[in-house]
T-cell receptor, first 110, second 114 residues
Framework: GQQVMQIPQYQHVQEGEDFTTYCNSS?????IQWYKQRPGGHPVFLIQ?????EVKKQKRLTFQFGEAKKNSSLHITATQTTDVGTYFC??????????FGQGTRLTINP | DGGITQSPKYLFRKEGQNVTLSCEQN?????MYWYRQDPGQGLRLIYY???????QKGDIAEGYSVSREKKESFPLTVTSAQKNPTAFYLC?????????????FGQGTRLTVV
């Protein structure tokens, strides 16, 4: 089935710096979802992208779906300590098989 | 309140024992999932189910079994055949449908086998 590679695996930033994580696939994706998992917590849905070239914003978070629908990114502007956690991209394979990327763990120096 | 409930939160078992993790949802979701997460690792799919009395193997099903006798419930049994069962187990559910609707997760069960 389709797989996604997520990079980087880890990212450490100073508070106020920007952060970006990327999700790449070798095949065309029908959709991509993004989740956030706080330390010690469970993943929480952030957004779903479906259309080619789609860009969605949630406050300081910007989500993009590539024109070829083979990659996606999550960008956080001016990180805050509340942004700490692991960010996962996910996709539906076939009928309803929900698979996740490896995640990018974000740590922030206050 | 609607949601998805996993119990217990922490579970300790002796090596060689089977153990069953509970997952219940009252969201009227059709699909349910079990994932395993190891420290610092991503989510790996164990089993998933789209409808009652039907389920499919995920990427790491060996050593695990599930049942889906009711729409609301999707228990996971970690058998003695699972070589490294100590992990964080997450259950999730979602509606079926095109476009991949969002999944809701339970709080997880931390299983430690000694």
């Amino acid at each position: 089935g389709q797989q996604v590679m997520q990079i980087p695996q880890y990212q450490h930033v100073q508070e106020g710096e920007d952060f970006t994580t990327y999700c790449n696939s070798s095949t065309t994706l029908s959709n991509i979802q993004w989740y956030k998992q706080r330390p010690g917590g469970h993943p929480v849905f952030l957004i779903q992208l479906v259309k080619s070239g789609e860009v969605k914003k949630q406050k300081r978070l910007t989500f993009q779906f590539g024109e070829a629908k083979k990659n996606s990114s999550l960008h956080i502007t001016a990180t805050q300590t509340t942004d700490v956690g692991t960010y996962f991209c996910a996709l539906i394979q076939g009928a309803q098989k929900l698979v996740f990327g490896q995640g990018t763990r974000l740590t922030i120096n206050p | 309140d609607g949601g998805i409930t996993q119990s217990p939160k922490y579970l300790f078992r002796k090596e060689g024992q089977n153990v069953t993790l509970s997952c219940e949802q009252n969201l009227n979701h059709d699909a349910m999932y079990w994932y395993r997460q190891d420290p610092g690792q991503g989510l790996r799919l164990i089993y998933y189910s789209q409808i009652v009395n039907d389920f499919q193997k995920g990427d790491i099903a060996e050593g695990y079994s599930v049942s889906r006798e009711k729409k609301e419930s999707f228990p996971l049994t970690v058998t003695s055949a699972q070589k490294n069962p100590t992990a964080f187990y997450l259950c999730a559910s979602s509606f079926l449908g095109r476009g991949g609707p969002e999944a809701f997760f339970g709080q997880g069960t931390r299983l430690t086998v000694v």
